[in-house]
């Protein structure tokens, strides 16, 4: 994926496009471009580098030409080393010719050899050049534009987004769209383009959102939008309130920090909020004391709930199945959520790595419900899922921390959680909202199903309260002894086995994901039931095993046999266990003992420490936590 900012218009380009890179940065950072076509010269002025914040500053302060057309693009490399030549822009062979893309251009080794073999030169390794080249064949053998880039759709395979300027044509914009996403922000006497309306949300709020397998001519003062075939769409522009709110770290180091720390109030925020839905929806019929108690209101409410969810109540209490499907550390979430929905709603689930997902045998079943988990709601793999499963007409509800996304778009329903824009690469505070919004949805349905009462429920909320308090906590209180003593120790260790069962398996592959994402540290999980098929064989006195307890007593005393195993090979215990699990405590090396919770809920009441525990042994080892190498917030190709 990448980030692709444009601009047409009566005003200078330059900054809007510098800015609007940097409100992108999240969609790679690998190198930045820009060109635009000079006041001056009326020709093409392109500067890329490889790089991202400081090259994209640098740029603004050194880069002189300016012009009423430009574009700017963010890459996350896929084809192409990272370097100044696979940079987007890129140039046909008389440069009168620039385009940016986002996407992957599946094939693309034929059309350019057989470019070559026409006398093309190419300079970079990227399958977005291709786009370029052929595009200019194609404009020579076309009457228009138009025809020329029905001809390009018909050639070009995989996800793009491409933007096209021509040299020869300084008054538009060629925006084409198939499968990445592309945005156009109308203006007054002015166009806006983007992968992401929020790289031009202080500009305007008319947004027209380019339909998939369509292409834009975009001037100053019109956009006309055609599909492949040609011909004109009728597209409305809606209008979206959302701004870009510029984030900063306060006084913390990094955004992960920072966002660990504010993990209690997301949660909080988000359940306070979902609570609240209902009434958003209708509290016409609620009496005057229900809609004091946000919690009754609801509870007694959920026909509104169902409704903003797209579904009825009668699908709620009839539901066979429930498949979640995500990718990364929401497919994490969505593996612990798998218990909720078993244990709390007694509904049987299935999870899905959505990059898995299409190529599976689907069976069509009515009575089954469709969860997106993805907290960008663009990610690639779960939007393409999610039209799969939209294509054979099975209800799908998305889950997702960013409401204007494309994944909200197109599902039936959606739950917007409320955790507040997450800026560090590895996500942290998305990551337990989502367990608790879950949690909290399982619990709801339950309520529906008549498997718990009002009590019940009332009981869930508080111990999602109380997990979310001891993750602060017990944060609290470990931080010394991990930024002093632990993590400069380990930090040494050059890989980790990590160890869990049931709810906190899946924890535990976060964690080890967590690891690697931020310190590059190897770190390889597993259900602690399979140490002795295999990766037993790996346990020395040269890698930390770190076991996740559980609150489960049967559960409990088996993995206390694991740390045993551990110890008898010279292996060495990092455990997290629940106080009072003494067998634990004293067979570890060195233990996190945290105060008991619902034993479901686990896993948020761990995340603090553990999350902090990866943090600090990145920064021992000079990472940047935020923005890890070769990693994006938001992948947008499959
Ligand atoms: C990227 C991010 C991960 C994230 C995954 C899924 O790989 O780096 O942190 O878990 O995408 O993202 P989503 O937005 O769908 O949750």
Redesign the pocket.
């Known amino acids: 994926m990448c980030g692709i900012v444009a601009y047409v218009g009566d005003k200078p380009c330059r900054q809007h496009i510098f800015d609007g890179l940097l409100r992108l940065e999240y969609r790679g950072y690998d190198s930045a471009g820009f060109v635009c076509v000079d006041n001056k010269s009326k020709r093409f002025c392109c500067h890329k580098e490889a790089g991202m914040v400081d090259i994209v500053k640098k740029m603004s302060e050194t880069v002189t030409c300016d012009g009423s057309i430009g574009m700017g693009h963010t890459r996350w490399a896929t084809h192409g080393i990272v370097n100044q030549v696979n940079a987007h822009p890129h140039f046909n062979c008389s440069r009168t010719i620039a385009v940016v893309h986002n996407g992957i251009i599946e094939g693309f080794e034929k059309i350019r050899a057989s470019l070559i073999k026409e006398g093309h030169e190419f300079c970079s390794s990227t399958d977005s050049e291709v786009a370029a080249h052929l595009f200019s064949t194609l404009l020579e053998k076309n009457k228009s534009i138009s025809s020329a880039v029905i001809a390009l759709t018909q050639k070009l395979d995989g996800a793009y987004a491409l933007i096209y300027m021509l040299e020869s044509h300084p008054d538009k914009l060629i925006v084409i769209r198939r499968k990445s996403p592309m945005v156009i922000g109308v203006g007054n006497n002015e166009m806006f383009v983007a992968s992401d309306f929020l790289a031009f949300s202080d500009k305007t709020n008319q947004i027209i959102f380019v339909p998939d397998d369509s292409f834009a001519i975009v001037t100053k003062d019109n956009v006309a939008i055609y599909d492949f075939q040609g011909n004109l769409l009728n597209v409305k522009i809606d209008t979206i309130n959302a701004t870009y709110a510029t984030v900063d770290k306060q006084n913390f180091e990094h955004f992960m920090i920072k966002e660990i720390y504010e993990q209690k109030h997301a949660i909080m925020r988000t359940i306070n909020f979902f609570n609240t839905i209902g009434s958003m929806v209708s509290t016409d019929n609620l009496n005057e004391s229900n809609k004091k108690n946000p919690l009754i209101t609801h509870a007694e409410n959920n026909l509104s709930l169902w409704r903003q969810l797209g579904v009825t109540a009668d699908q709620i209490s009839t539901l066979k199945t429930i498949n979640l499907v995500?990718?990364?550390?929401?497919w994490h979430a969505a593996r612990i959520a798998q218990f909720f929905f078993e244990m709390i709603a007694k509904i049987p689930t299935h999870v899905y790595l959505a990059s898995e997902f299409r190529y599976m045998p689907l069976f069509v079943n009515k009575d089954s419900l469709f969860i997106m988990?993805?907290?960008?709601?663009?990610?690639a793999d779960?939007l393409e899922a999610l039209r799969l499963v939209n294509s054979l007409d099975m209800q799908t509800i998305a889950i997702t921390n960013v409401p204007s996304s494309s994944i909200v778009r197109e599902a039936s329903g959606f739950l917007p959680m409320q955790a507040g824009p997450e800026i560090s690469?590895?996500?942290t505070k998305?990551f337990t909202s989502q367990v608790a919004s879950l949690y909290w949805l399982a619990n709801r349905m339950a309520y529906e199903r008549g498997m718990i009462n009002l009590d019940q429920l009332k009981i869930a909320q508080d111990d999602l309260f109380i997990a979310a308090e001891i993750l602060e906590t017990t944060l609290e209180t470990n931080k010394l002894r991990i930024t002093q003593e632990l993590a400069p120790y380990y930090a040494k260790f050059d890989k980790f086995i990590f160890l869990s069962r049931h709810i906190n398996y899946p924890f535990a592959l976060e964690a080890a994901l967590k690891l690697k994402?931020v310190s590059y540290i190897f770190a390889q999980c597993y259900p602690a039931g399979e140490l002795k098929h295999g990766p037993i064989a790996l346990v020395d006195e040269h890698t930390p095993v770190v076991i996740f307890s559980v609150l489960d007593e049967l559960i409990y005393n088996k993995l206390v046999s694991n740390a045993h195993e551990v110890k008898t090979r010279r292996g060495h215990v990092i455990a997290f266990a629940f106080e009072g699990q003494t067998e634990l405590i004293d067979a570890a090396d060195v233990a996190f003992i945290i105060p008991r919770v619902n034993p479901l809920l686990a896993p948020i009441a761990m995340s603090g420490i553990m999350q902090f525990f990866v943090y600090q042994m990145a920064r021992e080892l000079d990472r940047p936590p935020d923005k890890p190498r070769n990693?994006?917030?938001?992948?947008t190709v499959e």
Do not use: N, R
């Open positions: 995500a990718a990364g550390t929401s988990l993805s907290q960008s709601g663009e990610t779960t690469v590895a996500a998305t994402e990693l994006a917030k938001s992948v």
